[in-house]
């Protein structure tokens, strides 16, 4: 079964502070995703990577950077957390030759 | 337009009804389409893919309309752990990150 799993299920942080989310999957995935979830506005990406150290923009990018060093990792990093990144974030894998998405558990983000 | 629309609901249907679900896309070129399920408060899980002739897994029928542009998901017999969020998604083509998220339809099962 392929396990993908985040390093909060809730985080508190406060305006202007610096967040790090984590995801790792056990899978040998190549493909990992961020995504925010909101209501109304469903799943959003944020960024992907197809490739350890590489990365590409998805829909949402402003405030947001990436990190994948080893290819079971990909972390998501707020720079400056700011109340309108307040959601529900979420974690993705897959392999290359799939199009099924494997989700971690989220991470609800509220920065106060 | 959104890329990917569903009715938000919620459908409240009792146990045993069939219900069904439209999902309308608007990029002819899509390539691919799924249903995923999401659980309250969890996080959301392959349910179907839909092909060109339609497919059947159990109770769950889902079918691809090319020409208005839309996929459907049918639920026969509903059960209460039916209780769930669907969501549409089409990959509009070009790679992974053309991969789009409908909002939702929301299903409670009522007893």
């Known amino acids: 079964d392929v396990k993908v799993t985040q390093s909060s299920r809730y985080l508190v942080k406060r305006t202007g502070e610096k967040v790090f989310l984590e995801c790792v999957q056990d899978?040998?995935?190549?493909?990992m995703f961020w995504y925010r979830q909101d209501p109304g506005l469903g799943l959003r990406l944020i960024y992907f990577?197809?490739?350890?150290?590489?990365?590409e923009k998805g829909d949402i990018p402003e405030g947001y950077s990436v990190s994948r060093e080893k290819k079971e990792r990909f972390s998501l990093i707020l720079e400056s957390a700011s109340t309108n990144q307040t959601s529900m974030y979420l974690c993705?894998?897959?392999?290359?030759?799939?199009?099924?998405?494997?989700f971690g558990p989220g991470t609800r983000l509220t920065v106060t | 337009r959104k890329e990917v629309e569903q009715d938000p609901g919620p459908f409240n249907v009792p146990e045993g009804a069939t219900v069904a679900f439209n999902c309308t896309y608007s990029n002819s070129a899509s390539q691919s389409f799924f249903w995923y399920r999401q659980d309250c408060r969890k996080e959301p899980k392959l349910l179907m893919s839909?092909?060109?002739s339609g497919n059947e897994d159990g109770r769950f029928t889902a079918q691809l309309n090319r020409a208005s542009q839309y996929i459907s998901l049918l639920i026969r017999d509903s059960k209460l752990s039916d209780s769930a969020t669907y969501l549409c998604?089409?990959?509009?083509?070009?790679?992974?990150?053309?991969?789009?998220f409908g909002t939702g339809t929301k299903l409670q099962v009522i007893p």
């Open positions: 899978m040998d995935h190549e493909n």
């Open positions: 998604v089409v990959n509009i083509g070009g790679g992974y990150q053309k991969v789009t």
């Open positions: 839909v092909y060109s």
């Open positions: 993705a894998s897959l392999a290359g030759s799939s199009y099924e998405q494997y």
């Open positions: 990577s197809y490739d350890v150290k590489m990365k």
